[in-house]
């Protein structure tokens, strides 16, 4: 295995899952270090330094939301969370606490793939406050100009739908949380009025989308949050 290779962390205890994704992600030339425990896994991030944590929430010695929040105190590592299903509220609350995707078991390898791509992509074109235009299909903003176009028409916004989008446009190809983008766009005293995020998020996809009730830019992640396409890659 080559040494430059990304070095993927991962920490699940089912022995069988956790043998078949480390063979599935060896095999796409990643390194992989895995782990059965929480405190096993936050003291490998600490001596190997990975490019990329792959965290199963459910484990046996401490939770994996707490995994994620002794991490976040020192590292910035990119976090995909693994959780069973209809977890919402797990998901919810581990992106809240720092980490930047999930998938629900069982998922696809092939997804898993590329959210590890894209967020290894998005660590190495970091700092990325230099972003000037943002462009998905016919979706084009100009975050500095403040004007956004759908393929040659240009688009007028609210400064608050335009505001929502920013944030959106920050995270492309990633899961924003309700409570995340409450916070970011209305503020901290706004995080629980959750109908505000539905109404907005409804006006930005009817100036948008070509179908609003099927949205292609502006994703919707049930139970959790939004997720703007980012286009092909
Ligand atoms: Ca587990």
């Given at each position: 295995m080559n040494p430059t290779n990304p070095l993927l962390l991962l920490i699940e205890d089912d022995p069988q899952f956790q043998m078949l994704l480390s063979t599935t992600l060896e095999s796409q030339d990643y390194q992989v270090l895995s782990h059965a425990?929480?405190?096993?896994?936050?003291?490998a991030a600490r001596n190997r330094q990975p490019n990329l944590l792959i965290l199963d929430l459910g484990l046996p010695d401490i939770d994996g939301q707490e995994v994620i929040r002794q991490l976040r105190k020192w590292s910035?590592?990119?976090?995909?969370?693994?959780?069973?299903?209809?977890?919402?509220?797990?998901?919810?609350?581990?992106?809240?606490?720092g980490a930047d995707d999930y998938l629900t078991k069982p998922f696809s390898t092939a997804v898993l793939m590329s959210r590890?791509?894209?967020?290894?992509?998005?660590?190495?074109?970091?700092?990325s406050g230099a972003l000037e235009v943002f462009q998905a299909g016919e979706l084009k903003i100009e975050l500095t100009r403040r004007r956004v176009f759908v393929g040659e028409q240009e688009v007028s916004l609210t400064p608050i739908e335009f505001n929502l989008l920013c944030v959106l446009v920050r995270h492309a190809g990633f899961v924003v949380t309700h409570r995340q983008l409450l916070e970011k766009v209305w503020g901290p005293s706004y995080i629980e009025h959750?109908?505000?995020?539905?109404?907005?998020?409804?006006?930005?996809?009817?100036?948008?989308?070509?179908?609003?009730?099927?949205?292609?830019?502006?994703?919707?992640?049930?139970?959790?949050g939004y997720r703007l396409y980012e286009g092909e890659n």
């Open positions: 425990t929480g405190l096993e896994g936050l003291i910035e590592v990119p976090i995909i969370v693994l959780s069973a299903r209809n977890q919402e509220s797990e998901i919810t609350q581990a992106l809240d606490n590890i791509k894209a967020l290894l992509r998005r660590v190495a074109r970091l700092p959750s109908h505000y995020l539905r109404i907005y998020m409804g006006q930005l996809r009817h100036k948008l989308e070509v179908n609003p009730a099927r949205p292609r830019y502006l994703l919707t992640e049930a139970g959790v």
